[in-house]
């Protein structure tokens, strides 16, 4: 047994412990310091990452043994990756008497196989359980990210994979994660190497891309050969924790996946990650290649999911697929994302400058019409639940105004299309609006931003509506069916709404100095009176409107619009269906919620994300 030495010379002994330890440490940087972290605007360091394959399975060893021969045959260039594989248990209480010693038996035999089965490219780690975890607890528990480096391929014993999937899986990981800076999102969280079949909206659209698109962004996580990047699959635990604890259930209305979960329960996992990706507004790389082609088949074998073998979903890619270049990855900013029903979202929409407004414009409009939702003073909650009405309705031809926020910023991450009214003000700047803007400059902005855009839809041509989000239509053609095609200007004060048509006539008077002028009548009247009525910028338009004698409309609010005050029950709803709900923008957003509640009209669930998935076949 080795001991210490004795008292007198300790001293000694750890000054020569911190002698040999800093000599060591100085070998280790024999020249000069450690060099600090680069600041984030310089390339990202060389990337050192980490793959592990999570390899899941159960009873089938014909399947297993496929499946880890086509993942020792790949190409992986002297990288090192990393193996570990996870063998479910029985369930014992499962089980009949008589078929104890043979499950028992084929258990042995799998962990023979596993345990004579070579690995050269990494380590090689088995986790066999005590009881049976099933598919939702094998994904789950296979991984938490030990740094932020570390990425996960899952896969499934019944699937075989291509030879080429680790240099493709390595090409995406250095493209589109971290390693490059201008291809980099945190909406992605991983890639899936399956043929992409499937999609869970109901009503959703067939999934339908050009043979030129290789590579696409889409919500579904896919179960046959799923890369996970670190960072979300982190996120996703943590939700799931705090769900699974708080026992929310994944519940997310129009999705096909749903009833999978409804009938399964906790057998699946997937209900639980599409929930969290829904919420988030996340995306998964997938891949499309001609002639049923993908870098990762399932045998679909029996089992968990197929009662009896199905048989192989797609062809592998391979060395004699030489029409495919696997490594061509475009920037990320040429990729197309779709959400759960198929449907092309358009991320980070953001109108910053004038001449930005007209594309985002062009990519919004339908029928000519434009609808410009003011958010200003609006609460995030009442926004969200007008935009998931908004995707029931299938109106998608709005754009949000207002204030810069991080609010905003993920608004249009996640594919609304957002006007960020202080850096358009300053873009349009204008000498004459500075010498008027010293006092309340808030307000003076919202005012010139607002009356700026519709001068823009006005000479595209657009029929423009400008709304509070203190708003809920009933239908898709609330906004069309009350105009008298005969005037340009509609207005209603009391629900700050106010609708332009894209006229000639309309465009004639709606002129840089028209523009001017809204702002210089709420700045007077603001400096007169600072009670709100200055702040209503539908007010001040009409005000102008009446001193330069214009024709226009007040709309009749007994038509037009539902105040909420006035909804006693659910058939009020029903009998008013062309109408809008409004109430005042002062009033509290608890009490605006506890009222939408009542009547069905409060479209988000525990996630502040809609409850629900509405497809539009488009
Ligand atoms: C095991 O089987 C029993 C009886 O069929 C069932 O009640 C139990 O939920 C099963 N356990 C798991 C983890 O599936
Ligand atoms: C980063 O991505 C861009 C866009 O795809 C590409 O042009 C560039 O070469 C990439 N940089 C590196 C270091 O790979
Ligand atoms: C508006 O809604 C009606 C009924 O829900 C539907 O039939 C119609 O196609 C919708 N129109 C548009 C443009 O979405
Ligand atoms: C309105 O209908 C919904 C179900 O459609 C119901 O949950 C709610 O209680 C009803 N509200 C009133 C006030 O009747």
């Given amino acids: 047994m080795a001991t210490l030495p004795n008292k007198s010379l300790l001293p000694l002994f750890f000054f020569f412990l911190l002698l040999i330890s800093s000599l060591f440490l100085l070998s280790l940087y024999p020249t000069s310091p450690p060099t600090p972290t680069p600041p984030p605007t310089l390339p990202r360091p060389h990337p050192k990452f980490t793959l592990i394959i999570k390899l899941l399975t159960f009873n089938r060893l014909s399947a297993l043994s496929r ?45 023979g196989f596993v345990n004579d089965f070579e690995w050269g490219f990494g380590e090689k780690v088995v986790h066999y359980r005590t009881g049976n975890a099933g598919l939702q607890g094998q994904w789950l528990e296979c991984w938490w990210p030990s740094s932020d480096h570390e990425y996960a391929f899952v896969v499934e014993d019944d699937l075989e994979v291509s030879p080429l999937y680790y240099r493709f899986l390595k090409g995406l990981i250095l493209n589109y994660y971290y390693y490059n800076e201008s291809n980099f999102s945190p909406m992605v969280y991983g890639a899936s190497l399956q043929r992409p079949r499937f999609v869970p909206g109901k009503h959703g659209n067939k999934i339908q891309l050009d043979s030129d698109t290789h590579l696409f962004l889409y919500q579904l996580v896919g179960t046959w050969g799923q ?27 129009g999705m096909v996946t749903t009833g999978w979960y409804k009938k399964m329960g906790d057998k699946i996992w997937t209900p639980w990650f599409i ?25 679909r074998d029996a089992g968990v999911n197929y009662a009896k073998t199905v048989g192989p979903d797609s062809n592998l890619v391979d060395e004699t697929s030489t029409d495919l270049n696997l490594m061509d990855l475009a920037p990320l900013s040429r990729l197309k994302w779709y959400d759960f029903c198929f449907r092309e979202v358009l991320p980070y929409r953001i109108i910053k400058s004038s001449n930005e407004f007209e594309s985002v414009a062009q990519s919004v409009q339908k029928s000519d019409t434009i609808l410009l939702v003011s958010v200003y003073g609006v609460s995030e909650l009442i926004t969200v639940n007008l ?6 309705l299938n109106i998608y031809n709005y754009i949000l105004l207002g204030p810069k926020s991080d609010f905003m910023v993920d608004l249009a991450r996640r594919g609304h299309p957002v006007i960020d009214a202080d850096q358009l003000f300053e873009n349009i700047g204008h000498q004459k609006l500075l010498k008027i803007q010293k006092a309340g ?44 095609p005969n005037i340009d200007f509609h207005v209603s004060e009391t629900s700050k709404l106010l609708c332009v048509k894209g006229s000639s006539s309309a465009k004639k008077i709606w002129v840089d100095e028209f523009v001017y002028k809204v702002v210089a009548i709420a700045e007077s009247s603001r400096l007169k009176d600072s009670s709100s009525i200055g702040e209503n910028f539908v007010f001040t338009v009409k005000q102008l409107l009446q001193q330069m004698s214009i024709k226009f409309v007040v709309l009749d609010d007994a038509r037009f619009v539902l105040n909420m005050d006035g909804i006693h029950d659910n058939q009020t709803l029903s009998r008013n269906l062309e109408k809008i709900v409004s109430w005042p923008s002062k009033m509290n957003s608890d009490i605006i919620k506890k009222k939408l509640r009542n009547f069905n009209m ?17």
């Fill in 602 to 618: 409060w479209a988000l669930d525990e996630d502040r994300s809609c409850s629900a998935v509405v497809c539009h076949r488009s």
């Fill in 441 to 484: 400059e808030e307000l003076i902005k919202e005012f010139m931003v607002k009356s700026f855009v519709i001068k823009k839809c006005l000479e595209l041509g657009y029929i423009t509506w400008i709304v509070d989000a203190n708003i809920i239509p009933l239908s898709n053609d609330s906004f069309s069916n009350v105009l008298d």
């Fill in 67 to 111: 499946c880890l021969l086509s993942l020792a045959s790949a190409q992986y260039d002297d990288n090192i990756v990393h193996l570990h594989i996870y063998i479910d248990h029985f369930n014992i209480s499962s089980i009949g008497f008589v078929e104890i010693d043979q499950r028992l038996n084929l258990a042995k035999e799998i962990l």
């Fill in 227 to 253: 890369l996970l990047f670190p960072k979300p699959w982190k996120e996703f635990r943590l939700w799931y924790d705090d769900h699974k604890a708080k026992q929310i259930r994944p519940i997310l209305d």
């Fill in 387 to 392: 935009l998931c009405h908004f995707q029931k």
């Fill in 275 to 299: 929930k969290f990706i829904h919420s988030r507004g996340y995306f998964n790389i997938y891949t499309n290649f001609l002639g049923e082609r993908a870098l990762s088949v399932s045998h």
